[in-house]
């Protein structure tokens, strides 16, 4: 891998965001970008300093894919809005379910994915726009975990020998792709961002077809919003890195009014970490374990087993795809 990462420990923020807007101007070159928001710290971090950097000539966009958390699509637009920051919402539910229908391999789920997104969608896009740069978050873990083939990340290209030019019809430029989630987190900061935006916990670029073990169907892919509401609501005050609901495929026996009955499996994840190369679940109390299965059992009917992970990453990895 020819990227050098630059640890936090060696990274002046300022610094960082003074040279990537000049190489900004330069590699755009006078033409339009677009950019790709997905309202987690790495893509709203990149929507900044593309923002400062190039200002009208960015057009961004924030794709409702149908597999966001709940109220997130109005969220992220009205954070961006009162940043300043012109953002157009794209419904392209029906073209990614049409895409991810029957679909139950985990790398074909992203490939699924990568192709409605970057051909798909964001090849329309560029072309109206007369665009010939997508701008998006890429990290340096992504590269790291998919070159090691851990788990592809879906928005990586290049460094799999894919010509974005040649296949997509744009460049695609990856501003943030030497850092670590440490180190975007005080770009962030330094661009002024508040902090629930860049200090929010992980999102996968895939969203919630991560969290779904199995054909991705919109019925999962609302349970497991819903399952991730109650989880995220119990733990917003745990400092954690990284907390999550996953659906399982296999449906389990279960008792309603006294009588047996099949339904769904979630499993809850929470991690302690500060890079996401190595990771430990987090030490919750049985309490609050309790509570946490409780609601998720009584609000969401349909599921009827709720369980914890507590094992390490590695052997297990933060997300389940």
Same mark, same amino acid.
């Given at each position: 891998?020819?990227?050098?990462?630059?640890?936090?420990?060696?990274?002046?923020?300022?610094?960082?965001?003074?040279?990537?807007?000049?190489?900004?101007? &330069?590699?755009?070159?006078?033409?339009?970008?677009?950019?790709?928001?997905?309202?987690?710290?790495?893509?709203?971090?990149?929507?900044?300093?593309?923002?400062?950097?190039?200002?009208?000539?960015?057009?961004?966009?924030?794709?409702?894919?149908?597999?966001?958390?709940? +109220?997130?699509?109005?969220?992220?637009?009205?954070?961006?809005?009162? @940043?300043?920051?012109?953002?157009?919402?794209?419904? /392209?539910? &029906?073209?990614?379910?049409?895409?991810?229908?029957?679909?139950?391999?985990?790398?074909?789920?992203?490939?699924?994915?990568?192709?409605?997104?970057?051909?798909?969608?964001?090849?329309?896009?560029?072309?109206?726009?007369?665009?010939?740069?997508?701008?998006?978050?890429?990290?340096?873990?992504?590269?790291?975990?998919?070159?090691?083939?851990?788990?592809?990340?879906?928005?990586?290209?290049?460094? @799999?020998?894919?010509?974005?030019?040649?296949?997509?019809?744009?460049?695609?430029? &990856?501003?943030?792709?030497?850092?670590?989630?440490?180190?975007?987190?005080?770009?962030?900061?330094?661009?002024?961002?508040?902090?629930?935006?860049?200090?929010?916990?992980?999102?996968? +670029?895939?969203?919630?077809?991560?969290?779904?073990?199995?054909?991705?169907?919109?019925?999962?892919?609302?349970?497991?919003?819903?399952?991730? /509401?109650?989880? &995220?609501?119990?733990?917003?005050?745990?400092?954690?890195?990284?907390?999550?609901?996953?659906?399982?495929?296999?449906?389990?026996?279960?008792?309603?009014?006294?009588?047996?009955?099949?339904?769904?499996?979630?499993?809850?994840?929470?991690?302690?970490?500060?890079?996401?190369?190595?990771?430990?679940?987090?030490?919750?109390?049985?309490?609050?374990?309790?509570?946490?299965?409780?609601?998720?059992?009584?609000?969401?009917?349909?599921?009827?087993?709720?369980?914890?992970?507590?094992?390490?990453?590695?052997?297990?990895?933060?997300? /389940?795809?």
């Amino acid at each position: 891998m020819s990227i050098k990462e630059i640890k936090s420990e060696d990274l002046n923020p300022e610094e960082f965001i003074n040279e990537k807007c000049l190489a900004l101007v &330069e590699e755009t070159k006078g033409g339009i970008a677009v950019n790709a928001l997905s309202g987690g710290v790495d893509s709203s971090v990149t929507t900044m300093l593309a923002h400062r950097a190039i200002g009208e000539r960015l057009k961004t966009y924030y794709i409702d894919n149908g597999l966001m958390r709940a +109220g997130e699509s109005d969220a992220v637009m009205h954070t961006m809005v009162k @940043l300043g920051v012109p953002v157009e919402l794209v419904d /392209a539910r &029906e073209e990614f379910f049409t895409a991810l229908k029957g679909v139950t391999d985990p790398e074909k789920k992203r490939q699924a994915i990568t192709d409605t997104f970057y051909k798909t969608v964001f090849g329309r896009l560029v072309k109206e726009s007369g665009a010939r740069f997508l701008l998006q978050g890429t990290i340096f873990t992504d590269v790291e975990e998919t070159m090691a083939g851990i788990k592809r990340q879906h928005n990586i290209l290049s460094q @799999l020998g894919i010509d974005t030019q040649d296949v997509y019809g744009y460049k695609v430029i &990856e501003p943030l792709i030497e850092l670590r989630k440490t180190g975007v987190r005080m770009v962030g900061k330094a661009l002024g961002l508040p902090e629930s935006v860049y200090n929010r916990p992980p999102f996968p +670029g895939p969203a919630l077809v991560t969290r779904v073990i199995g054909d991705a169907t919109p019925e999962k892919i609302d349970l497991v919003r819903r399952a991730t /509401a109650i989880v &995220e609501a119990e733990l917003a005050d745990v400092n954690a890195f990284q907390y999550l609901a996953i659906l399982h495929e296999d449906r389990v026996t279960g008792v309603y009014q006294g009588r047996r009955s099949y339904g769904n499996q979630i499993e809850i994840r929470c991690w302690d970490s500060t890079d996401a190369v190595v990771a430990k679940p987090t030490w919750l109390s049985f309490d609050l374990l309790e509570k946490m299965a409780s609601r998720i059992t009584t609000e969401i009917p349909e599921v009827v087993s709720v369980t914890y992970n507590i094992t390490t990453k590695p052997p297990s990895t933060i997300e /389940a795809l």
